[in-house]
């Protein structure tokens, strides 16, 4: 009795191929994780970046005699800041701290600028 050679795939081939789609289904689960962690790392960033880039603009439209230091809270970021004079009466050095959470640990960022005041 003679076989036949029937076309179609091996068990072995079956095997090593969805072995090798699962380890490629596997790396692209791990690139979409980092991804994600990426996306949400430059989120938070933006937003501690936004809230300081806005209260140094609400402070530099007021006036010099009405500036004062404060603290503020928006959403997870925590915003300080402290107006001094400066060797200038027509300047006022404002600094500024934002306090947020990144990759799970604290950070600070601190910013120091300066406003001119009418005369």
């Keep these: 009795m ?12 079956l095997v090593l191929a969805a072995f090798i789609f699962a380890v490629g289904a596997l ?3 791990a690139t ?20 300081a880039r806005s209260r140094l603009e609400t402070l530099a439209s007021s006036r010099c005699d009405l500036l ?19 060797g200038s009466p027509l300047i006022r050095v404002l600094s500024q ?7 799970g640990a604290t950070r600070l960022d601190s910013y120091r600028s300066f406003v001119p005041c009418a005369p």
């Design 2 to 13: 003679r076989i036949r050679h029937r076309p179609g795939f091996t068990l072995i081939e």
């Design 32 to 51: 979409a994780v980092a991804s994600l962690r990426r996306m949400r790392r430059s989120a938070d960033l933006a937003l501690a970046a936004a809230v």
């Design 27 to 29: 790396a692209l689960e």
């Design 68 to 86: 004062a230091g404060g603290v503020d809270t928006i959403g997870p970021v925590v915003s300080g800041w402290a107006v001094e004079q400066s």
């Design 97 to 103: 701290t934002v306090t947020y959470r990144v990759d």
